[in-house]
């Protein structure tokens, strides 16, 4: 499918940092816009969510194993050992969304435009999952009914005997506790809270989580290159935010190093991995 085509009728500069005019002269090869060139400044700070390489022996994880096995997702667990943080930081700048409504899926980096859609990601990871045309996988089918998941049903599952979601006080159920789930359970979150769904706070796992989870141990078909897809668009987006403790930092993080630097080696972007994931 072809990029939406890019619109210069709204700016987002307040989310930047920067309130200066993107009219000015800027990096041409390194960055598309004046604006984008500032939001790399905005975000140069913030920190970084690393991946995790599976390295287990065969007697170890077997269900785990098999399932990664049969999903096709080896590329997923065995990523680049190390990242280029600067190709990574010009990615998240050059992706950042700068007119609302317009969902583009592609970066600029070194000169060449280079699309981070669903299609370029399943490519990337080996096409882990064929889906025809405006098919969708099991897991978004589920999750788009309107009677949803069960979440009985994935309470039992995730969940040692006698263990629940934590609740509100109205009832409703809203995260399963790290200390609650079975180590399968918790061996699947430490996948995806690292190398899917990157997120610092790993005590536990909130709903919409935990149904991911669910559809992959009851098989469901999980199309993971547009889950990773939104996830990144969702980074791109993120506005800076003050450090609670330390207001001359941002509490932001971005993930997919190791993804992100090997899309561009595929794309012959010239990168220095330096960092260590």
Not at 86 to 114: C, H, K
Request: glycine share 6%; proline share 6%; charged share 25%.
């Amino acid at each position: 499918m072809a990029p939406k085509k890019l619109s210069t009728k709204r700016s987002r500069r307040d989310a930047t940092g920067e309130g200066s005019s993107a009219a000015r002269e800027f990096d041409s090869h390194h960055f598309r816009s004046a604006e984008h060139q500032q939001r790399f400044e905005a975000i140069r700070g913030w920190s970084f969510h690393r991946e995790r390489r599976v390295q287990l022996r065969e007697d170890e994880y077997t269900d785990f194993q098999e399932e990664i096995a049969h999903r096709c997702w080896t590329p997923l667990v065995t990523p680049m050992a190390k990242f280029d943080p600067e190709i990574v930081l010009e990615f998240y700048a050059n992706a950042w969304p700068t007119e609302d409504g317009v969902q583009d899926m592609r970066s600029w980096v070194r000169g060449q435009w280079i699309p981070f859609d669903a299609d370029a990601l399943s490519q990337f990871l080996g096409d882990p999952l064929v889906l025809e045309e405006g098919q969708q996988c099991e897991f978004s089918q589920r999750r788009n009914r309107a009677d949803g998941f069960d979440d009985e049903a994935i309470a039992q599952l995730l969940c040692t005997p006698g263990q629940d979601f934590s609740r509100t006080a109205a009832g409703r159920r809203v995260r399963i506790m790290r200390t609650s789930m079975t180590t399968l359970t918790q061996t699947w979150m430490t996948l995806l809270l690292n190398n899917v769904l990157p997120s610092d706070h790993n005590s536990d796992l909130p709903l919409p989580k935990c149904q991911l989870v669910y559809a992959i141990l009851t098989r469901m078909s999980v199309h993971v290159a547009q889950v990773i897809a939104d996830a990144i668009y969702l980074f791109a987006g993120m506005a800076p935010t003050r450090h609670p403790l330390h207001p001359d930092k941002s509490n932001r993080a971005l993930g997919f190093l190791a993804l992100i630097t090997g899309l561009f080696q595929s794309y012959g972007v010239p990168i220095t991995p330096s960092k260590v994931i």
